[in-house]
């Protein structure tokens, strides 16, 4: 067994406590997360309760209300449940989970991701086995009920409910206005059809038949009209199963817990750098992500990144990485598990072969092509980059003021910039600007730039500066401040919060788009980082802020075969640092600029 026990199960409703109590009983330690404010059908046997009851005993294990991550470690060292209120999961990247399992029972897809955890499962319609989770479990009744899905979708939800004693749909009742309902008869009541069991506000509501009424919503609680806030069972003696973990439930919990430890062996067995398709180096990161420079030239000179007195200078193209090292790459790369490829520079659109570098990249079979840029040459080339199979841009753009821009990339025309970005939107990539905030040089420049995001969907993020080459020469603005900053000024969706690779990202109120933040300096992302890069020259980078120890062109251009490519990079991965140690003493510390890096 791992020594990672910890389960995250999103919900704490009837199903999946049946699962919350099997992994709670075999050693895991169960986290159950939930919304503010849960509406239960069968409270009586959902542990997401301790929301109201602090504490809630079922089937012998007790849940509890916990409210900060140090309650968390307490409840459990009690032996008991922890229930959290966090329905964007944004624990997880403090918890570090084996495996989240989505228990919601939504019918849809509601924010979950394969790569949130090592080992991820999903209950029920609406995910898809393969890409939004490792597996999903068929929650439909019947022969399947409980199965395991490795591709594909579990049944649809038909909206009908099972079938007892010929009864179906009428067994649920519903809200017929909206308003505060008052319990007349609760959970364990016999009732006679057209017996009044609630009222909503003054409105009663009637019992749809006789029976028992096995799931009714917390007393006191606000309802829409048209939600479901009751149901009946025909069988007037099932009273003792109120009380207890369904059946369906238990059939469910056993096709997670096995899925559970078929893919948790799997991790063992592939010895956790091979996971699911997944590249893992040895501190367990995912590496799906790739960044390969194509050229140090650049047609700006950007004060944090070039000497004043640079020039770009025609390229020995026997000493760069021609487009079949980078075909090569890519495909090499495609079968460890990279599904992401960006391309930098330096600028890389002034590659000549740039589209069909692109073209070739996708007939790889990687999907995820990118690049980074600073969109001078974007306007013209957006069309070709676009049917080539780009999939989106980061454009580096650290102000919107013409004068300010002039300066910091020394002699920059902004309309060019601002003219790419408006056709790239147009052509639908994806787009994100990145931008760096100097002291005394461009921190009025945040605000607007944050703007962007209210007006269009985009991202702008905020990346801090890095003390590499030219930048050392400069100070960085925290993001922390820029984040007090942006909170003051607009405000911040509390609803919203994701984290991508090395970005956290947030939503303004009433935006489009959204605000990143990349913090390498003041907020040490490394636990999230995701990717590998490859200089111009060919050179391996662990890491930003390492210089490279491998040539991989020099392999490339004496016929080194595919698995030969694969080993090298797989020994690279498995050397990444587990932190790039920036303002540390550090002996293998980079020392180029941004542009012989590809930063």
């Not at 409980?146 to 009428?170: H, L, M, S, V, W």
């Not at 030239?297 to 000493?319: A, G, M, Q, R, V």
Request: contains cysteine; hydrophobic residues 35%; charged residues 30%.
């Amino acid at each position: 067994m791992m020594e990672n026990k910890i389960v995250v199960v999103r919900g704490g409703g009837d199903l999946a406590s049946g699962t919350i109590n099997r992994l709670h009983n075999m050693g895991f330690k169960v986290l159950v997360l939930e919304i503010e404010n849960p509406n239960f059908i069968r409270r009586k046997v959902c542990y997401g309760q301790a929301v109201y009851e602090d504490e809630f005993l079922l089937e012998g294990a007790v849940s509890k209300r916990a409210d900060s991550l140090e309650e968390i470690k307490n409840i459990w060292a009690e032996g008991k449940i922890p229930v959290y209120i966090d329905p964007c999961m944004k624990i997880l990247s403090e918890l570090k989970p084996i495996a989240v399992v989505d228990a919601i029972i939504a019918k849809k897809n509601l924010g979950m991701k394969k790569n949130i955890a090592p080992v991820t499962i999903a209950l029920g319609p609406g995910f898809e086995a393969g890409k939004d989770a490792d597996a999903v479990i068929e929650t439909q009744r019947g022969h399947n009920l409980g199965r395991i899905i490795f591709e594909g979708y579990a049944a649809e939800n038909t909206g009908i409910p099972g079938i007892i004693k010929g009864y179906g749909k009428e067994r649920v009742i519903h809200a017929p206005v909206s308003g505060k309902l008052k319990i007349v008869h609760d959970i364990g009541s016999v009732v006679q059809k057209d017996e009044i069991i609630a009222y909503i506000d003054e409105v009663p509501v009637y019992a749809s038949l006789t029976g028992l009424i096995r799931g009714m919503i917390r007393d006191g609680s606000i309802v829409e009209k048209g939600l479901k806030i009751s149901d009946i069972d025909p069988r007037e003696e099932e009273l003792k199963n109120c009380y207890t973990i369904s059946d369906k439930a238990r059939t469910i919990s056993g096709g997670v817990a096995e899925a559970l430890f078929y893919l948790m062996n799997r991790l063992l067995v592939e010895k956790q750098w091979w996971t699911g398709g997944r590249m893992k180096d040895n501190y367990g990161r995912d590496i799906n992500y790739l960044r390969i420079s194509l050229t140090e030239n650049c047609n700006l000179k950007c004060i944090y990144c070039l000497p004043e007195d640079f020039i770009s200078k025609k390229c020995d193209e026997t000493k760069i990485l021609s487009e079949e090292n980078v075909l090569s790459i890519a495909a090499a790369a495609k079968e460890m598990g990279i599904n992401k490829i960006r391309l930098t520079g330096g600028e890389p659109l002034l590659r000549k072969d740039i589209v069909s570098i692109i073209s070739g990249i996708k007939k790889t079979g990687i999907n995820e092509i990118y690049i980074t840029t600073n969109g001078v040459l974007l306007s013209e080339k957006i069309k070709s980059l676009c049917e080539a199979g780009l999939s989106g841009i980061n454009v580096s753009l650290d102000t919107l003021d013409e004068k300010q821009f002039r300066e910091i990339t020394r002699g920059g025309k902004i309309s060019k910039v601002l003219e790419g970005i408006e056709k790239a939107c147009e052509n639908g990539l994806k787009v994100k600007i990145n931008s760096v905030i100097i002291k005394g040089i461009n921190e009025d420049a945040v605000k607007n730039l944050a703007e962007l995001t209210l007006k269009k969907d985009l991202d702008v993020r905020f990346i801090e500066l890095m003390p590499v080459g030219q930048g050392r020469k400069f100070t960085g603005i925290k993001n922390e401040e820029i984040y007090n900053l942006l909170q003051n000024l607009f405000q911040f969706q509390n609803e919203y919060f994701e984290i991508k690779g090395v970005t956290k990202y947030y939503k303004l109120k009433s935006s489009i788009g959204k605000v990143g933040f990349i913090s390498p300096i003041n907020s040490c992302f490394c636990d999230t980082c995701n990717k590998i890069r490859i200089t111009s020259d060919g050179n391996i980078k662990r890491c930003l802020n390492i210089n490279g120890h491998i040539n991989i062109k020099k392999y490339l251009d004496d016929g080194a075969d595919k698995e030969t490519i694969k080993s090298i990079l797989k020994n690279e991965i498995l050397k990444k640092p587990e932190k790039h140690l920036f303002g540390k003493e550090n002996d293998d510390e980079e020392m180029k600029n941004m542009n012989q890096i590809g930063g």
